[in-house]
């Protein structure tokens, strides 16, 4: 086994004429921080949405852990093992904080029951609800949200919205996880404890983490490396400091 | 030949009937169930002012102007109230003004079906096959009149306001046009089509009863969808082809009798294939 | 832990409301019934009180639950009276007990109509919203009209079913225990990993797809089972009614059911049960006391019950003086409740209001296999 989770091969999709990602080649290791930054519309959470199968990437392919995905579907995807959040939170509004994160675990195979065995009602069905419960309930506890877990989620603030999008993600059991600009939003405190979040639970859990970001701080204290992309091509790559201080990058951002 | 001009005739009393769903749809945003059954009332309008006037014109006028009002009256009413409101609420009401309509007309003319008579149309030889004149006046100005509409949206103000709302009525408001307006003429314009489609429809079968209007308005919303709801030329291909599908099943004996069967399919098919009908927009979702 | 103690630890008596309520009801009027406190005809109306909460909370299971609109129930319910009583006729020349055939077709004509429930769950699979309503709406007349045409089960006589009726005295009671036993069915589905499932695709399907839940799986699943149950209680109808005729299952009938959901609340069960049986009774009486040209009373009554009804739900102006006569603030107010704050998820979970947005309706999905949408996307910001 390689230490490569994601592997991306000449990744591109256009929409038309417009090419929107182009020949993007990223390789991130196991337990890496890895940081996806960008100006508006330089194709950061299409690179996310090719990655999860919403989008067909038209040229190219990914692997993760030495897998191909490419041409697989969402549910498919996130099975293998890549979750995600998304920029604009989609958190499900109308069901509780621990009912969220119980969707998420609904694929694990330790909780697998027929939903004819749910509607009679029969042992296997508690069995895993209670389970089910417990395992959502200690996820929640590692983000602070066990206090709420019966509220509403669309009635959280928006700080922790964000963060229950990440749980609700975790609870996926991922190797690899997408977070699109998890700190958008947060105050400068929130987005400290997210920082310290994020690394434990890459500890934690054992994951790989690709984030997009905008708060150069937060990528500059979180990411070991990363990729900036501009127009959908790439502009720099390689360790946080010496990319960032690339005069192409510099140039994108300030305006040359 | 015959029975290809009979379709287009029908055609055009769908697309016209088609054309209130669709324009409506594209600018409030909501199925007018309704609207079936304002053709209904042009017709008990026609009915009404021919019992007590013989010229058919002014019959025809009435119930132009009863049509309007009705859709006015409708939208101020039962709709207004609604806007921003969940869609599937604005359908419920819908239905229960369907509903209503017809119950006014039942307590007014009864359930019985009335016969009556605009004028007597003769037939003409076309390619040595009989054609009611009913028929070819049909097609002339149901045509007629998808063409001006057509003109009205694309060249005047009014028109080119309706397309932004149906843009985005949000950004439309914020431009400064007035957006309860708009919907109020497109109910108006729409109902008052209806007006014209009961005619057509009452030149084709000359009686009325309170359900008149249903089924029509089913198989015009079906036109509607099958061409793409909310685009306007779309409505006119869909109803002209339902027409014309229409005529050639009730003409052939094998299959007559699963005529209203082979629309619906054609429609479940036409979905399945183009999920927003033949010229509708397609719309992404964001992720 | 024991199955037992389990269900113990689970067990809330508000998840039973419904069943007391309904045992409590079967139990009085067999009660009244044997006191010969009812009239004959209403005794007549309660199997159709019976199957109309069925057809109605078998609807909110996709209404309500997995938000998609559907205008062709009284097509599965048309699909399971006709198939399911002409097996039942079938059986009947063979097995005396008109109840055993009852049973037996029950369950066939429950499946008949959730293979249909299957096919028109395939549309649904690429289809939302109005487009989704206009095919299961075609969908109904298209079955209407073929079993209206197809000489075996009786053309545009309908289908005689003399011989297999059930007196409505002991047919009441087999409805109200099998309403009970669809109450139990559904409510469980809905509060299972598959009914949070369900609902996830409802409240955000792009998110639910994101988080593995197998979208398809769920659509034909909700699709089946509502069709299933609609069927059942088309075969109690023509075990209640003869002959079966196709044009008691037009769309008004699918629009009537649609009604008691809506009216009941979408999303909420208890409602569905209280509206089915409040509109069905309410029609029966207006039936019953109105009759030639004024039946048209009946139509406009339901109408304007109808438009008030769901203005004054709906309408957004309206809600300031909603709020102040809402009973419910009004209680969290007295007992210094947080109205944010719920003590117990599942309150939330019996009465969900649905926000279905438009926009979230019309948009069609995206598939992974197309990428070439007719203009370039501004996908990203």
Not at chain 1, 68 to 73: F, N, P, R, S, V
Not at chain 3, 78 to 103: H, P
Request: proline share 3%; net charge positive; aromatic share 10%.
């Amino acid at each position: 086994m390689s230490d490569i989770m994601l592997k991306t091969e000449d990744l591109g999709i256009s929409f038309g004429g417009l090419k929107a990602v182009q020949g993007l080649n990223l390789e991130i290791k196991k337990q890496q921080l890895y940081g996806l930054v960008g100006p508006n519309g330089a194709g950061k959470t299409t690179v996310f949405n090719m990655l999860t199968g919403v989008y067909l990437p038209t040229t190219g392919t990914f692997f993760l852990d030495g897998e191909e995905l490419k041409g697989k579907t969402q549910e498919q995807i996130n099975q293998k093992g890549i979750a995600r959040t998304f920029q604009n939170i989609r958190l499900f509004n109308n069901m509780s904080v621990v009912r969220n994160v119980m969707v998420g675990l609904h694929n694990q195979p330790e909780f697998k029951c027929n939903p004819f065995v749910s509607m009679l009602r029969l042992p296997a069905h508690f069995d895993s609800e209670i389970r089910m419960r417990e395992k959502a309930k200690e996820i929640l506890r590692v983000f602070g949200l066990e206090e709420e877990r019966n509220n509403l989620s669309c009635n959280l603030p928006y700080g922790k919205q964000r963060k229950l999008e990440i749980a609700r993600a975790l609870a996926t059991n991922p190797k690899l996880l997408l977070l699109d600009e998890p700190a958008a939003g947060m105050n400068p405190n929130e987005t400290k404890e997210l920082v310290d979040i994020v690394k434990f639970i890459r500890d934690e859990f054992d994951l790989t983490i690709l984030l997009i970001e905008h708060d150069m701080k937060f990528v500059s204290g979180l990411c070991d490396e990363i990729t900036v992309l501009n127009f959908g091509t790439v502009l720099a790559q390689g360790e946080t400091k010496t990319a960032l201080n690339d005069p192409e990058v510099i140039k994108a951002y300030i305006g040359g | 030949m015959s029975i290809l001009l009979d379709g287009l005739s029908l055609g055009a009393v769908y697309a016209l009937i088609a054309l209130g769903y669709t324009m409506v749809y594209g600018i409030a945003k909501m199925l007018n169930f309704a609207h079936g059954d304002v053709i209904m009332v042009g017709a008990y309008a026609i009915y009404s002012t021919l019992m007590l006037n013989t010229n058919p014109f002014i019959a025809i006028a009435v119930s132009i102007v009863v049509c309007t009002v009705t859709g006015i009256v409708i939208e101020k009413f039962a709709y207004k109230p609604l806007r921003g409101a969940s869609p599937l609420a604005v359908l419920i009401t819908a239905i229960g003004v369907s509903n209503l309509l017809q119950g006014i007309a039942q307590l007014i003319f009864g359930s019985t079906s009335r016969s009556f008579i605009i004028a007597n149309f003769g037939t003409v030889k076309i390619f040595g096959s009989e054609i009611s004149v009913g028929t070819i006046l049909t097609l002339i100005v149901g045509a007629i009149i998808m063409v001006s509409l057509t003109l009205f949206v694309k060249k005047t103000r009014t028109g080119r306001a309706m397309l932004a709302v149906s843009e985005d009525s949000g950004a439309a408001r914020l431009m400064g046009v007035n957006v309860d307006r708009i919907i109020m003429t497109t109910f108006a314009i729409g109902s008052a089509l209806a007006a014209f489609a009961s005619l057509f429809y009452i030149i084709r079968i000359p009686s009325t009863t309170p359900t008149l209007g249903a089924m029509p308005g089913i198989k015009a919303f079906t036109a509607a969808v099958i061409g793409g709801i909310g685009s306007i030329p779309g409505a006119m291909l869909g109803g002209i082809l339902l027409g014309v599908i229409e005529q050639i099943c009730k003409n052939n004996p094998h299959v007559e009798a699963y005529t209203t069967a082979i629309e619906f399919c054609l429609l479940i098919i036409i979905l399945l294939v183009k999920p927003v009908g033949l010229l509708g927009k397609r719309r992404r979702e964001k992720v | 832990m024991s199955y037992l103690g389990n269900l113990k630890k689970t067990f809330k008596l508000k998840y039973c409301v419904n069943y007391i309520g309904i045992a409590a009801f079967l139990i009085l009027m067999i009660i009244l019934s044997s006191t010969g406190m009812l009239s004959r005809s209403f005794i007549n109306l309660l199997p159709k009180i019976a199957y109309s909460i069925i057809l109605a909370v078998s609807l909110n299971l996709v209404v309500g639950f997995l938000g998609e609109l559907s205008l062709g129930h009284a097509g599965f319910m048309c699909v399971g009276a006709y198939l399911g009583c002409y097996l039942s006729l079938f059986l009947n020349t063979y097995i005396e007990n008109t109840f055993v055939c009852f049973l037996v077709s029950m369950l066939a004509g429950g499946v008949f109509a959730a293979i249909f429930g299957f096919i028109i769950g395939l549309p649904a699979l690429r289809l939302k919203g109005d487009y989704l309503a206009i095919v299961t709406l075609a969908f109904g007349e298209i079955v209407r009209n073929v079993f209206k045409n197809l000489p075996m089960f009786g053309g545009a006589m309908g289908l005689k079913t003399d011989s297999i009726k059930i007196k409505s005295s002991t047919l009441y009671i087999v409805s109200f225990i099998l309403v009970l036993a669809v109450l139990f069915l559904i409510q469980n589905l809905i509060r299972s990993k598959h009914g949070r499932a369900i609902t996830a695709i409802r409240d955000n399907e792009i998110a639910a797809k994101a988080m593995g839940v197998n979208v398809t799986f769920y659509k034909l699943f909700v699709f089946v089972i509502a069709a299933f149950f609609a069927g059942v209680a088309g075969v109690i109808y023509g075990h209640y009614y003869t002959p079966i005729i196709y044009t008691t299952f037009d769309y008004n009938y699918s629009i009537e059911i649609l009604v008691m959901v809506v009216i009941g609340g979408i999303g909420s069960i208890s409602g569905s049960i209280i509206a089915a049986a409040l509109i069905t009774y309410i029609n029966f009486v207006l039936q019953n006391n109105l009759s030639g040209d004024l039946a048209a009373v009946r139509l406009l009554v339901y109408a304007v019950i109808l438009i008030v009804v769901v203005i004054f739900n709906n309408a957004p102006a309206l809600k300031p003086i909603k709020e102040k006569i809402n009973v419910k603030a009004f209680s969290n107010k007295i007992f210094k409740k947080k109205a944010s704050t719920i003590t117990d998820d599942d309150v939330a979970w019996n009465r969900i209001e649905s926000k279905i947005n438009m926009d979230e309706l019309l948009s069609v999905d995206v598939k992974p296999t197309d990428n070439t949408p007719d203009k370039p996307t501004k996908e990203d910001k």
